[in-house]
């Protein structure tokens, strides 16, 4: 698995408290966190991350598939505790990610969007 240099990943930044962002939940046990992202496409767009620069989500896909899927798991459950306080989540949310080139932010990320 290659993981970049924590200097190179924006989102190690954020968790740090080093950069702009908002962070809206945590999992320190399984290293997991739920962030505001600064280019939204939706009225709520977070990012599901690992805390480690793991340089896409395809690559974590191929190499650690329980974490993965335990990264899915974090992201809906998170999502479904805070919908409560977005009520534009009562509707639904997507959970997307991308594989190949478009990548624009090499670290493993799953997109929460609400629909709209």
């Keep these: ?19 702009p962002g908002e962070v809206l939940a945590r999992d320190d046990a399984r290293r997991f966190a739920l962030v505001q992202s600064l280019y939204p496409e939706g009225a709520i767009h977070w990012l599901a991350i ?8 395809e690559e974590l896909q191929k190499t650690d598939r329980a974490r993965f899927l335990e990264l899915v798991e974090f992201a809906i459950a998170q999502t479904q505790a805070l919908a409560e306080k977005y009520p534009l989540l009562e509707r639904g949310f997507t959970i997307k990610f991308h594989f190949g080139g478009y990548e624009t932010v090499p670290h493993a990320k799953l997109h929460i969007l609400s629909v709209e």
């Design 1 to 19: 698995m290659s993981i970049r240099r924590d200097e190179e990943s924006p989102f190690v930044a954020i968790l740090a408290g080093e950069a």
């Design 50 to 57: 690992p805390y480690e620069p793991i340089t896409s989500i």
